[in-house]
């Protein structure tokens, strides 16, 4: 199946939300004063991606998601108070993150590596995406 932009925009717009909320969540877990302020630098990169997304939707007049859905910020925020309760270390949050990033490199890869367009700018924004969660892997391995 080929991939078009909207796929792709659409994939990163969604991710972005659901990173943010997710690291919200997560961030009012920790005491960990150092990993707190590494999830609020995160936050602060998925609400730029997320405006970043929505401009180049808009800017190709393509059909656009609303952003993460409901269900799945629901199930991610239970999953990760299930999780925490049972192990409330920074390396137990801190894994997490690394979890929810390993996901959405894999995911925009997928969609990339099957992308036969030729939009050099979503190709690259896709690429700093990618880049920019294996920096995020990158942050959270010191909490582990």
């Given at each position: 199946?080929?991939?078009?932009?909207?796929?792709?925009?659409?994939?990163?717009?969604?991710?972005?939300?659901?990173?943010?909320?997710?690291?919200?969540?997560?961030?009012?877990?920790?005491?960990?004063?150092?990993?707190?302020?590494?999830?609020?630098?995160k936050i602060g990169a998925y609400k730029t991606t997320y405006y970043?997304?929505?401009?180049?939707?808009?800017?190709?007049?393509?059909?656009?998601?609303?952003?993460?859905?409901?269900?799945?910020?629901?199930?991610?925020?239970?999953?990760?108070?299930?999780?925490?309760?049972?192990?409330?270390?920074?390396?137990?949050?801190?894994?997490?993150?690394?979890?929810?990033?390993?996901?959405?490199?894999?995911?925009?890869?997928?969609?990339?590596?099957?992308?036969?367009?030729?939009?050099?700018?979503?190709?690259?924004?896709?690429?700093?995406?990618?880049?920019?969660?294996?920096?995020?892997?990158?942050?959270?391995?010191?909490?582990?």
């Amino acid at each position: 199946m080929k991939n078009s932009e909207t796929e792709i925009l659409n994939q990163i717009h969604q991710a972005a939300d659901m990173g943010r909320q997710s690291l919200v969540h997560i961030a009012e877990l920790t005491k960990d004063k150092e990993l707190k302020a590494a999830l609020e630098s995160k936050i602060g990169a998925y609400k730029t991606t997320y405006y970043i997304s929505e401009e180049m939707l808009n800017d190709r007049n393509a059909d656009k998601v609303d952003g993460a859905k409901s269900s799945s910020v629901f199930m991610a925020k239970i999953m990760t108070d299930l999780k925490h309760m049972k192990d409330p270390s920074s390396s137990e949050l801190a894994d997490m993150v690394i979890q929810g990033s390993t996901m959405g490199i894999t995911k925009l890869t997928k969609l990339l590596n099957s992308y036969s367009g030729s939009d050099s700018e979503v190709i690259s924004f896709a690429q700093k995406e990618i880049d920019s969660e294996q920096e995020n892997i990158e942050n959270m391995k010191k909490f582990l």
